[in-house]
């Protein structure tokens, strides 16, 4: 490999992904950071590092000259632009030649003609590839839109021409309806790209997102890799893709790959890229848009070919040709991936917060590729992703199986996630039939709400949990006289606006715990870094043999106890302090002996016995849980 150093022009997971390849290449990584990064998993990889500006995208990772000047500080030979950001951005890829870096990725020529999907279908159509029936004319009036619109038929799309990621794209179902849904799309075409050009493309009903991996080297050698369903999707992003589709026949497949290969062609392409279809329920396929870049989802091709698409784009760009031809590839097995997102898995909004706690899943035929680790955060300023979960099978079946199996051992704390959602299509019947297609989540509405009250596995966990470390935390020999003295030992936790009152006290292995006027014996299996696994005897329908797994961390900044149990995650706060008046209704309503709602240690009294003392006056001061209670 001629490339002795590179610089990673990206951040999160695809920069960790492209650094670790730069390694197993003997290829000197360099990162680069906004402020906000400053120690985040890629900079802390790297061999180098360089601030290139403030947390927004526009002054720092979006910032080309910033980015290039690091690389020549560095002394690097060639920029790996990863995917968003300057991936597709022409320009950049110019600049990055002018300055004699290789910029790894297609040359700029090929990006420009790929980056307007209104070129970009011209292009295909010229290659014979079958596009959707539309309007991708110049002719940009209201008037003329709406005539074409009449001839095209509805339902139909109109679709922003420099947009992605569903920005600028509106369906129109009813010619009434057009006028607005052309202004709207215009409007956000203009705010999101700088250009309000839109075009138009019948609606193909229950699509299916089907895109082919093509690779290119500079001697005119171009093939496929196959191809990957991206067809489950919120806000007309992916989040679970696979490879191969359900939907595709060998002859099927030849067919798209051919059309792919093509198109790249006709673009005049080297490098990594995508060429992305849409399909119809009649198995007709159309050209939608070439990704000029590497995919988020290129993990779920390289498990069914054995390829490392990274590898093979630093090996194009350093000028070598590419290493098979066509008939040597073959597809084995089957990959799918799950994105993984700090967000609400009901309405799809993006959440923040700091990860309490980030163990991803291990195992046969699991690979996570993920930029966080515990203590990190997912802030406001870039793309939500926490990690992508991929997995391997010897057929679809037994992909899936592994997926349910990932997802459920997958343990994140700390903020909201989509791991409900992902784990219930899973699960999905429809799923495991093959029946995919873009409109599955709204023709599948999926159960994912958090649950109205915890269920008493989970408050019993949280007392086990704080009894230990209290147990642990006393010196000897008043750890064991603490954890057997008889009274009951009281504990409240609060979820939503509830709070819920245990009473704990030793029994013969265990705990002796009564909530809700059940009493339960549960006993501690074993207990560990964020995890917690125990039985749990009389509780209605329960199995006594049974061992339940918990994870569990402590959040740094507010106290709150997080717990996850069957995918779901549950945030107890801290109880309201101790006052006199909480503390008698904890102790029964007993006026002259208080009893503390969890266990603790007495500091300080500030008080005498037979003092006369005023409403608010302090009395003690109690330490519990590392916070001190007045």
Request: with cysteine; aromatic share 6%.
């Given at each position: 490999?001629?490339?002795?150093?590179?610089?990673?022009?990206?951040?999160?997971?695809?920069?960790?992904?492209?650094?670790?390849?730069?390694?197993?290449?003997?290829?000197?990584?360099?990162?680069?950071?906004?402020?906000v990064?400053?120690?985040?998993?890629?900079?802390?990889?790297?061999?180098?590092?360089?601030?290139?500006?403030?947390?927004?995208?526009?002054?720092?990772?979006?910032?080309?000259?910033?980015?290039?000047?690091?690389?020549?500080?560095?002394?690097?030979?060639?920029?790996?632009?990863?995917?968003?950001?300057?991936?597709?951005?022409?320009?950049?890829?110019?600049?990055?030649?002018?300055?004699?870096?290789?910029?790894?990725?297609?040359?700029?020529g090929?990006?420009?003609?790929?980056?307007?999907?209104?070129?970009?279908?011209?292009?295909?159509?010229?290659?014979?590839?079958?596009?959707?029936?539309?309007y991708?004319?110049?002719?940009?009036?209201?008037?003329?839109?709406?005539?074409?619109?009449?001839?095209?038929g509805?339902?139909?799309?109109?679709?922003?021409?420099?947009?992605?990621?569903?920005?600028?794209?509106?369906?129109?179902?009813?010619?009434?309806?057009?006028?607005?849904?052309?202004?709207?799309?215009?409007?956000?075409?203009?705010?999101?790209?700088?250009?309000?050009?839109?075009?138009l493309?019948?609606?193909?009903?229950?699509?299916?997102?089907v895109e082919?991996?093509?690779?290119?080297?500079?001697?005119?050698?171009?093939?496929?890799?196959?191809?990957?369903?991206?067809?489950?999707?919120?806000?007309?992003?992916?989040?679970?893709?696979?490879?191969?589709?359900?939907?595709l026949?060998?002859?099927?497949?030849?067919?798209?790959?051919?059309?792919?290969?093509?198109?790249?062609?006709?673009?005049?392409?080297?490098?990594?890229?995508?060429?992305?279809?849409?399909?119809?329920?009649?198995?007709?396929?159309?050209?939608?848009?070439?990704?000029?870049?590497l995919?988020?989802?290129?993990?779920v091709?390289?498990?069914?070919?054995?390829?490392?698409?990274?590898?093979?784009?630093?090996?194009?760009?350093?000028?070598?040709?590419?290493?098979?031809?066509?008939?040597?590839?073959?597809?084995?097995?089957?990959?799918?991936?799950?994105?993984?997102?700090?967000?609400?898995?009901?309405?799809?909004?993006?959440?923040?917060?700091?990860?309490?706690?980030?163990?991803?899943?291990?195992?046969?035929?699991?690979?996570?590729?993920?930029?966080?680790?515990?203590?990190?955060?997912?802030?406001?300023?870039?793309?939500?992703?926490?990690?992508?979960?991929?997995?391997?099978?010897?057929?679809?079946?037994?992909?899936?199986?592994?997926?349910?199996?990932?997802?459920?051992?997958?343990?994140?704390?700390?903020?909201?996630?989509?791991?409900?959602?992902?784990?219930?299509?899973?699960?999905?019947?429809?799923?495991?039939?093959?029946?995919?297609?873009?409109?599955?989540?709204?023709?599948?509405?999926?159960?994912?709400?958090?649950?109205?009250?915890?269920?008493?596995?989970?408050?019993?966990?949280?007392a086990?949990?704080?009894?230990?470390?209290?147990?642990?935390?006393?010196?000897?020999?008043?750890a064991?006289?603490?954890?057997?003295?008889?009274?009951?030992?009281?504990?409240?936790?609060?979820?939503?606006?509830?709070?819920?009152?245990?009473?704990?006290?030793?029994?013969?292995?265990?705990?002796?715990?009564?909530?809700?006027?059940?009493?339960?014996?549960?006993?501690?299996?074993?207990?560990?870094?964020?995890?917690?696994?125990?039985?749990?005897?009389?509780?209605?329908?329960?199995?006594?043999?049974?061992?339940?797994?918990?994870?569990?961390?402590?959040?740094?900044?507010?106290?709150?106890?997080?717990?996850?149990w069957?995918?779901?995650?549950?945030?107890?706060?801290?109880?309201?302090?101790?006052?006199?008046?909480?503390?008698?209704?904890?102790?029964?309503?007993?006026?002259?002996?208080?009893?503390?709602?969890?266990?603790?240690?007495?500091?300080?009294?500030?008080?005498?016995?037979?003092?006369?003392?005023?409403?608010?006056?302090?009395?003690?001061?109690?330490?519990?849980?590392?916070?001190?209670?007045?």
């Amino acid at each position: 490999m001629p490339f002795t150093r590179v610089l990673i022009a990206n951040r999160g997971e695809i920069a960790v992904r492209i650094i670790r390849a730069c390694r197993e290449l003997g290829i000197s990584p360099v990162a680069v950071y906004s402020d906000v990064d400053a120690r985040a998993l890629h900079v802390r990889m790297a061999d180098l590092a360089f601030p290139i500006g403030p947390a927004p995208a526009a002054q720092s990772y979006l910032r080309g000259d910033a980015i290039i000047a690091a690389a020549l500080e560095a002394g690097a030979e060639a920029v790996h632009p990863g995917y968003g950001f300057l991936a597709e951005n022409a320009a950049f890829a110019r600049a990055c030649a002018e300055a004699g870096l290789t910029f790894v990725g297609p040359p700029p020529g090929a990006i420009a003609a790929m980056g307007g999907k209104i070129g970009a279908r011209q292009l295909a159509i010229a290659a014979g590839v079958p596009v959707v029936p539309g309007y991708n004319g110049e002719d940009q009036d209201g008037a003329t839109l709406a005539v074409e619109a009449d001839r095209i038929g509805f339902p139909l799309l109109i679709k922003a021409s420099a947009g992605g990621g569903g920005k600028g794209m509106r369906v129109v179902h009813k010619a009434s309806d057009f006028a607005a849904a052309l202004e709207g799309a215009r409007r956000e075409a203009k705010g999101a790209f700088g250009d309000d050009t839109v075009f138009l493309e019948k609606l193909i009903l229950r699509p299916r997102h089907v895109e082919i991996q093509v690779l290119a080297d500079a001697y005119g050698n171009v093939v496929h890799l196959g191809e990957r369903e991206c067809s489950i999707q919120r806000r007309h992003q992916k989040i679970i893709e696979e490879s191969p589709s359900p939907a595709l026949t060998p002859e099927l497949r030849a067919e798209m790959g051919a059309a792919a290969v093509r198109t790249a062609r006709a673009a005049g392409y080297v490098n990594a890229g995508t060429v992305e279809f849409v399909m119809g329920q009649d198995g007709q396929y159309y050209f939608l848009e070439m990704n000029t870049r590497l995919q988020v989802e290129h993990p779920v091709t390289e498990l069914v070919t054995g390829l490392d698409l990274v590898h093979l784009q630093f090996a194009i760009a350093a000028g070598e040709r590419l290493p098979f031809t066509q008939d040597a590839i073959a597809l084995r097995g089957h990959a799918i991936e799950a994105r993984l997102y700090a967000e609400d898995p009901m309405t799809y909004l993006p959440a923040t917060g700091a990860l309490a706690l980030f163990e991803p899943p291990v195992g046969p035929g699991v690979r996570v590729d993920s930029g966080l680790t515990t203590g990190d955060a997912v802030t406001i300023n870039y793309d939500p992703m926490i990690a992508k979960l991929i997995v391997y099978g010897a057929d679809r079946a037994m992909a899936l199986q592994r997926l349910g199996r990932a997802l459920d051992e997958t343990a994140v704390l700390g903020l909201t996630t989509n791991l409900p959602l992902l784990c219930a299509v899973a699960a999905h019947p429809v799923i495991a039939a093959g029946d995919t297609h873009t409109g599955f989540l709204d023709e599948h509405p999926l159960d994912v709400a958090p649950p109205i009250q915890p269920p008493p596995e989970v408050l019993i966990a949280a007392a086990l949990w704080d009894l230990a470390n209290r147990a642990a935390a006393a010196p000897p020999p008043f750890a064991q006289i603490w954890r057997l003295n008889g009274a009951g030992v009281p504990l409240a936790y609060r979820y939503g606006d509830e709070c819920y009152h245990l009473t704990a006290s030793a029994a013969r292995d265990g705990w002796r715990l009564e909530i809700d006027a059940v009493v339960v014996e549960a006993v501690i299996v074993a207990r560990g870094a964020g995890e917690l696994a125990c039985r749990i005897d009389g509780l209605p329908d329960g199995d006594a043999r049974q061992i339940q797994r918990f994870r569990v961390a402590r959040e740094a900044a507010s106290g709150d106890l997080l717990l996850l149990w069957n995918g779901v995650g549950y945030r107890l706060p801290r109880p309201a302090p101790l006052s006199v008046d909480t503390a008698a209704r904890h102790g029964e309503g007993m006026t002259e002996n208080l009893t503390a709602p969890m266990p603790g240690t007495l500091i300080s009294v500030m008080v005498r016995e037979g003092q006369l003392v005023e409403e608010g006056q302090p009395l003690l001061v109690m330490e519990a849980m590392k916070m001190e209670h007045t």
